[in-house]
């Protein structure tokens, strides 16, 4: 089964400044999606970004991009220029490519933005 | 923009209570799903919907959990006897395809006194 590991419970930016969570995540499976949503305090899981195994070439909305090392099974995601309305908690994820359209997520990184 | 929709958007009942949760897809899409988040803790997956029948379900989607489409826009999850370790936030998400990423409705905020 796949697992995937957020190491950081916690993590803390100063506005302006860059912030990069971390993602590892387990499979025996050479293709596959992962995911970082965002969910603020209202509790809505609002999809951030999405990576796609097969594609060697980071992801990158706007703010946002990936660092996606398919060997090392990590995924981790960079903001930039972190504004106050970033902080939220922040969940990995993983979906088969095969096996399933379940989406398995980590436990999670809270992120605090400091004005 | 489409969004899924979820009502209500918070249900307090007792204890062996029956409680529905529903949700509205986004009208186009084919797949559906029920997840749930214990406060604190991470999003587990319930149970995927396809063609009107599940097409995968996890261990804590057990008998006491059911879930339908009774027409074209509804998907509803049903416990039937709420124990306390139920109380969570549960999502419902759509999408068009089986490999898109979902897209999740609002949640229902579930308390079981």
């Known amino acids: 089964a796949q697992t995937v590991t957020q190491s950081q419970p916690e993590m803390s930016v100063q506005e302006a400044e860059t912030v990069t969570l971390s993602c590892t995540y387990d499979t025996s499976e050479s293709d596959y999606y992962l995911f970082w949503y965002k969910q603020p305090p209202s509790r809505q899981m609002i999809l951030v970004i999405r990576?796609?195994?097969?594609?060697?070439q980071n992801a990158t909305e706007n703010r946002f991009s990936v660092n996606f090392q398919k060997a090392a099974k990590s995924f981790s995601l960079k903001i930039s220029d972190s504004q106050l309305g970033d902080a939220a908690m922040y969940f990995c994820?993983?979906?088969?490519?095969?096996?399933?359209?379940?989406?398995?997520f980590g436990a999670g990184t809270i992120l605090r933005v400091k004005s | 923009e489409p969004e899924v929709t979820q009502t209500p958007s918070h249900q307090v009942t007792q204890m062996g209570q029956e409680v529905i949760l529903r949700c509205v897809p986004i009208?186009?899409?084919?797949?559906f799903y029920w997840y749930r988040q214990i406060l604190g803790q991470k999003v587990e997956f319930l149970v995927s919907f396809y063609n009107n029948e599940i097409s995968e379900k996890s261990e804590i989607f057990d008998d006491q959990f059911s879930v339908e489409r009774p027409d074209g826009s509804n998907f509803t999850l049903k416990i039937r006897s709420t124990k306390l370790e139920d109380s969570a936030m549960y999502f419902c998400?759509?999408?068009?395809?089986?490999?898109?990423?979902?897209?999740f409705g609002p949640g229902t905020r579930l308390t079981v006194l």
């Open positions: 998400a759509s999408s068009p395809q089986g490999r898109a990423s979902g897209y």
């Open positions: 994820a993983y979906r088969s490519h095969e096996y399933g359209n379940k989406l398995v």
């Open positions: 009208s186009n899409h084919l797949y």
């Open positions: 990576q796609e195994a097969y594609k060697q």
